[in-house]
């Protein structure tokens, strides 16, 4: 029973461009979402969290946003960098645990 | 400051022997947690310690134990692998209980044969 889906497994964008990777979510109970970046051979890398009472949140080229309706909720790149080039996950988790359900992953190329 | 780290980085097993994974967790982190990652997957969550408790636990079979210790670094251990062992353990690390993010190491690779 898959809670958590990434419905892309891969993603091609020209260097500079916009990167839309998109999530969606079953469990209505979940509040608190993270995305993360992973690079062949290392763990997965912290990118971004959003919390259910925000609809946006932004660092830096990265920001996630949430549509708790649509329970879906995408991360957007700008501008995209070939060092963005990785397998991406987002992750959820409800109430007042720390156990995260992750999606099968998006694997993001950046062309040069 | 050192991020989550993990011993060994690879492991190779037969089936129906044990194995112990270790996990040393940033440094003020209080929070560890454990995730298999098989190939094409995302990682999928096995246990959760906080401050040496057990705060949750996926659902994988009593095969699969773990415990943190004072230090707060942390052990899994599996009895009697199976072929379907094999994967990337995970474990990741936060400063609270929830609602927090984790950070991971860069795993165990674990195959069974």
């Known amino acids: 029973d898959q809670q958590v889906k990434q419905n892309s497994p891969s993603l091609s964008v020209q260097e500079g461009r916009i990167s839309i990777l998109n999530c969606d979510y079953t469990n209505s109970m979940f509040d608190y979402f993270l995305w993360y970046k992973k690079y062949p051979a290392e763990g997965p890398t912290f990118l971004i969290s959003?919390?259910?009472?925000?609809d946006k949140n932004e660092d830096g080229r990265f920001t996630v946003f949430l549509n708790k309706s649509a329970k879906h909720l995408s991360l957007h790149i700008v501008p995209s960098q070939p060092g963005d080039s990785a397998v991406y996950f987002c992750a959820a988790s409800a109430g007042t645990g720390n156990q995260f359900y992750f999606g099968t992953g998006t694997s993001l190329t950046v062309i040069p | 400051d050192a991020g989550v780290t993990q011993s060994p980085t690879h492991l190779i097993k037969t089936r129906g022997q044990q194995v112990t994974l270790r996990c040393s967790p940033i440094s003020g982190h209080k929070s560890v947690s454990w995730y298999q990652q098989v190939l094409g997957q995302g990682p999928q969550f096995i246990f959760q310690y906080y401050e040496k408790e057990e705060r949750g636990r996926g659902n994988f079979p009593d095969r699969f134990s773990a415990r943190q210790f004072p230090n707060y670094s942390s052990e899994l251990n599996v009895n009697a692998l199976l072929l379907g062992d094999s994967a990337l353990y995970l474990c990741?690390?936060?400063?609270?209980?929830?609602?927090?993010?984790?950070?991971f190491g860069d795993g165990t690779r674990l195959s069974i044969l």
């Open positions: 959003i919390s259910s009472i925000k």
């Open positions: 990741a690390s936060s400063q609270g209980a929830a609602n927090q993010p984790q950070h």
